[in-house]
């Protein structure tokens, strides 16, 4: 028999572990680096479009699809999938045809990939989406926790003052080292991952709910406290006009895809996480003041963020466009530059262990409910398994973070089979998630709700938790339109909302997915 279905306690507490699982490696470190190597604040005007046009709506698909259903994301396609779908049955024909042209080609090892997967989308469906919402989530944090280890790694470092270097390449010299060392990467990752699994180890409410509501409010404090220490540093102002001032000519077709790439990436979307946390809701819950709490909390981080690190990278002389080595290179010389660095430096790499964290608990979350829901586990059974094959997986990537030398044997079956070129394992895996496994999943779970189980249904589940109708007002006044008394009936106004929603999940992010996965793989 399985688990009783657990609740958050509170709004707050399912606000914050939702925002805790969207802010994360992303928003503190790929943002600032991104908006850096793109031009500073055209970028982030461009990414806060993309949040808003995408990003939200998404979002909000995601809730209603986990609190209508009370259950994770495979529970969640299955119960809301009808029993045959001809468009399901398209796409997987499609698959099966473009693996047929594949072997024509000699590509054997993409044409078996497509026809596996065009056999099982006929197979299950619309499920599979919810099945690639779990494989996701369990994937990327096999490679996550490495980066989580290389935080708690240089929280030592900090404290322990071995990073009191003056210049980039002295700093990069140590990362290299740290990076190198096989059995201290194996070490940090596996302490990462057993932090996260010890937090889901204790359920929703004692759990994830209860370490939510102290790491989130920490994590605000260390951010506003590293960010005010580098606005307070001689010419701090050049980092702010930087990523707050438009430059429009240092942007690209790259640049707009990468905003529009990375607006999905740090809101945790189409990785089961929301669908999941929004299974622990109640149906008096308002989930689309929840969905706008998470989105502008998140949004607010990875300002904030690039607001702690620009001033501080301008005002100490060093380029904002180093690109991910910013902050494991960059920072640590900038950091030591300061008075009293060791202590600025310890003090940001706590915090973007903390953003690491509540990412992690959130992942591996998505995985035990998996095992719970739909094998009828324990938690603690669940918990203890998937634990392990996320390391087991994730050694592979603590191992080959420089190169293949580790793993030669995995190289060339995958360069036979795949035509990989990727420098190492992790860079690999890395780009199969964020390149492909996100987009597709994004755009199945937006194509389902838009097309298969209907807006109007999915809006008629968002106004369950209001008492009135608040919500479609502020929608109406959002997108311009005028507030008619005359249609103040509920079906008048699901039908409006569902239009207005309807137009974004329909049309605008399958479109703006899709042109962006197109361009990441085929250009």
């Not at 990414?47 to 994301?73: D, F, H, N």
Request: aromatic share 12%; charged share 10%; net charge positive.
């Amino acid at each position: 028999m399985s688990e009783q279905r657990e609740h958050w306690s509170s709004s707050l507490g399912f606000i914050l572990a939702a925002a805790g699982s969207a802010i994360g490696l992303g928003n503190i470190w790929k943002f600032p680096y991104i908006a850096g190597q793109n031009g500073g604040g055209a970028f982030v005007l461009i990414y806060l479009a993309c949040i808003v046009v995408v990003g939200a709506p998404v979002m909000l698909c995601e809730m209603t699809l986990g609190r209508a259903t009370q259950k994770g994301p495979v529970g969640a396609f299955k119960m809301l999938s009808p029993k045959s779908s001809h468009l399901a049955n398209l796409i997987g024909l499609n698959l099966i045809f473009t693996a047929v042209a594949l072997l024509c080609f000699k590509q054997f090892g993409w044409a078996a990939v497509l026809a596996l997967a065009g056999l099982l989308v006929m197979f299950f469906g619309w499920t599979i989406v919810g099945i690639l919402c779990v494989i996701i989530p369990f994937v990327i944090l096999s490679y996550y926790s490495v980066v989580g280890g290389w935080t708690l790694g240089y929280i030592y470092k900090s404290f322990a003052q071995e990073l009191n270097v003056k210049t980039v390449a002295s700093s990069g010299k140590i990362f290299s080292i740290f990076i190198q060392n096989t059995g201290w990467m194996i070490t940090l990752f596996i302490g990462f991952t057993i932090l996260c699994a010890l937090v889901v180890w204790g359920g929703i409410k004692k759990g994830i709910e209860r370490w939510s509501k102290i790491l989130m409010p920490l994590l605000f404090v260390l951010l506003v406290i590293v960010m005010l220490r580098g606005l307070t540093l001689p010419n701090a102002i050049k980092g702010v006009n930087f990523f707050l001032r438009p430059d429009f000519t240092k942007l690209s077709t790259d640049s707009i895809l990468e905003a529009l790439g990375h607006a999905f990436y740090t809101l945790s979307l189409g990785m089961g996480i929301t669908i999941t946390y929004s299974s622990y809701i109640s149906r008096q819950q308002n989930i689309f003041l929840s969905a706008l709490s998470v989105v502008a909390l998140d949004t607010l981080v990875a300002i904030l963020a690039g607001l702690a690190i620009f001033p501080a990278v301008f005002a100490m002389g060093f380029k904002p466009d180093e690109g991910p080595s910013l902050i494991f290179k960059i920072l640590p010389a900038v950091f030591n530059s300061m008075p009293a660095g060791w202590l600025w430096a310890g003090l940001f790499f706590i915090l973007l262990a903390i953003a690491a964290l509540t990412s992690g608990i959130a992942l591996l979350e998505v995985v035990v409910a998996y095992l719970i829901d739909e094998l009828k586990w324990k938690r603690h059974k669940a918990v203890l398994l998937s634990t392990l094959g996320i390391i087991l997986l994730g050694v592979l990537s603590a191992v080959s973070i420089t190169n293949w030398d580790n793993l030669q044997w995995l190289h060339r079956w995958l360069v036979t089979a795949f035509d990989v070129q990727s420098l190492n394992f992790f860079d690999t895996i890395d780009n199969l998630c964020s390149n492909w496994f996100l987009p597709l999943s994004g755009l199945g779970i937006s194509l389902f709700v838009g097309w298969i189980w209907g807006t109007q249904k999915a809006v008629r589940e968002i106004r369950h938790g209001s008492s009135n109708f608040a919500d479609v007002h502020l929608i109406a006044l959002l997108a311009g339109l005028k507030d008619d008394p005359s249609h103040n009936d509920e079906r008048s106004h699901i039908l409006t909302l569902a239009s207005l929603w309807g137009i974004f999940i329909r049309f605008v992010a399958p479109a703006a997915i899709t042109i962006a996965f197109l361009w990441m793989n085929v250009k």
